[in-house]
């Protein structure tokens, strides 16, 4: 009986972690999706012959921290959440001249890829580890990162517009 039990209760706990671990992974894909429409809005916003501005010497342009955005979703989405590495030529081969259509398509399609990678995303190995930066992260922390990172740079986009005298799009996240 206390068998019985035993495995019972094993079924029903792997049962509700699936279904935390798919939640987590849904609302992941979720809010990157917003990202993608938020960034989209913010690239539509800026005149498109200021895509060469940043407002110090040091800073990324805000046509490079766009690129910037993409190449790390992709990046981090290939190596570490499908641990299917793209060639780092490929991240990095964007020319200096696109256009605003340009760029707007190369960050949606690297949220798509990022979107369904997280779609594709075998739940029992969300705690994989990988060597990182000294340490140790595991592909959860990894979903964490990706989503940090492009608000990270949003939020300096943002700013950009800003100096450029242009209202920013209202926010769209969650």
């Not at 407002?55 to 190596?79: R, Y």
């Not at 793209?86 to 020319?95: C, D, G, S, T, V």
């Amino acid at each position: 009986m206390k068998i019985k039990l035993l495995f019972f209760l094993t079924i029903i706990s792997i049962n509700g972690m699936s279904q935390v671990n798919q939640a987590l992974l849904n609302a992941h894909s979720q809010k990157l999706n917003n990202a993608k429409v938020y960034l989209l809005t913010i690239i539509n916003s800026m005149d498109e012959n200021k895509f060469d501005y940043k407002p110090v010497k040091e800073e990324m342009s805000f046509k490079e921290q766009l690129l910037h955005i993409g190449e790390n979703l992709l990046w981090l989405s290939s190596t570490y959440i499908k641990e299917q590495p793209i060639a780092q030529q490929e991240l990095k081969n964007h020319p200096a001249v696109m256009s605003e259509k340009e760029i707007s398509i190369f960050v949606g399609d690297a949220f798509d890829y990022a979107i369904q990678t997280i779609n594709d995303l075998d739940q029992s190995t969300l705690l994989k580890e990988f060597n990182w930066s000294g340490g140790k992260m595991n592909k959860l922390q990894f979903l964490n990162l990706i989503q940090d990172h492009q608000s990270h740079h949003v939020g300096q986009l943002i700013v950009y517009i800003r100096l450029n005298g242009i209202t920013p799009p209202r926010y769209i996240g969650w």
